[in-house]
């Protein structure tokens, strides 16, 4: 089949004719009433209230509140910018600032102590 699709590939009609006897007739797997559906899908981001004769301490058992150091209020480094322009890709387009990815990473040098106090 592969080497008649690579022959015939300049026809279209040829190919999609090909194509369609080759191909195995499409199957339903599984049948599911609309109820089942809208009941799925309504209750898909629900979640369970605990009551008050739920052990919290159970619930809450994997949390960690000892964050002493506050990693979220942290100052960026040079180096995290610095990793993070060099990771993005290349020949995109602009964004709504209309500077594009190129001149970030041709300008880090100069531009560095700018985007840290920006970040």
Known sequence: MRDDLVLNGRDPKKFWSLIKRNSAPLTRRAQINHCSWIDYFANL?????????????????????????????????NNEILTSIHSLKGSRSSGVDGLCIEMYKNTINYTMPYLNTLI
């Open 45 to 77: 981001f629900k979640t369970q209230r605990p009551t008050d004769e739920t052990d919290h301490g159970t619930l809450l058992a994997h949390l960690n509140f000892d964050n002493d150091d506050n990693e979220f209020e942290a100052s960026i480094s």
